[in-house]
């Protein structure tokens, strides 16, 4: 039993026994468009909906997202979790950043998703994402992956992916609290798995429609940081961890579909939207996510970056069609490309784009030649 001799009791004190004060930790994307900052208010009541919740602003100068001498960034609330740290009514919500004008900073990809998710054309579709979301765990001031002797090398990899066992799988109690966290806070995460390289993970989230999907994965992301930050341990979502020898690489893979790709003739929707995203190749790889020209050698289940291909049960493809999708005649897809780091706000709102927005002339006439 906790006592009031330890920290840990305080922590969990419960609030509503005494006020309807709650803890807000508001969360947002920092200047590198991956690092993740947060800081926490007091609220007077609890609040359902993020439209009733507070803007607020940090000190942008601190994040690389603005000058000292105008360092205001104004937050805004999107999304509401409960916060699996603090229990009781206290939540976490996910907000994007704006100039005091009301301008997005550029590193607000949100606000960007919002304006093509709510394009009738696609909100229509009801576009579903899943993320695979891979991370490697380090350990702390060496940054060597966890479960890796210091100054050297485990064995080859072949027994870690799905791997159980002490010399198979590191980190396990990492991996499950965030996953039973996540559940606690209402993030849609679907799965996780131990991964090829020893030290590194999975979780999957989702499908989520739309926007939610990039909620949901900076929501996952957040808890994770907090559980490895209680662990002592270092997260990264490195695209390639350990460059040399043969250790694979971490993506975040984008599984994708649209209503009438889950629909009777799906099948050939996917094959349409695959087309589409092959055309603009170079323009999707640009924006998912940096260094992610270290991952996609072609090796170590990823496609050269160089060229773009699919295939069905493919796991060497930039896009990977399902044996279940091929043979159901519909159902979705899954973009291997993405990196670790990438922003889901970009990638989720760019696939909608190009797949439902983007008509190139004579695309009907190039897919059947
Ligand atoms: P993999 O076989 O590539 O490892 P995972 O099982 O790890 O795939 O992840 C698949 C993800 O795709 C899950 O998050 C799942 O919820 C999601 N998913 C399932 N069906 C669909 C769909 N129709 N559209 C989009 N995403 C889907
Ligand atoms: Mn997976
Ligand atoms: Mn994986
Ligand atoms: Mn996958």
Sequence with gaps: MLTPSSLAFFENLDLSEVTKQIIAEYIWIGGSGCDLRSKARTLSCSMTSPKDLPKWNYDGSSTGQAQGDDSE??????????DPFRGGHNILVICDTYSPKGEPLPSNNRARAARIFETEEVAMEEPWFGLEQEYTLL???INWPLGWPVGGYPAPQGPYYCGVGANKAWGRDIVNAHYKACLYAGVKVSGINGEVMPGQWEFQVGPCVGLDAGDHLICARYILERMTEI???VLSFEPKPIPTGEWNGAGCHTNYSTKSMRSAGGYEVIREA???????HKEHIALYGEGNEKRLTGKHETASMDKFSWGVADRGASIRVGRETEADGKGYFEDRRPS?????YLVTSMIAETTLLWKPVGLKEKASA
């Design 340 to 344: 670790a780091n990438m922003d889901p």
């Design 139 to 141: 350990q702390k001031d």
């Design 73 to 82: 960034v104004i937050l805004y609330p999107q999304a509401i979790f409960r």
């Design 274 to 280: 695959i087309e589409k995203l092959g055309l603009r």
């Design 231 to 233: 662990a002592n341990v």
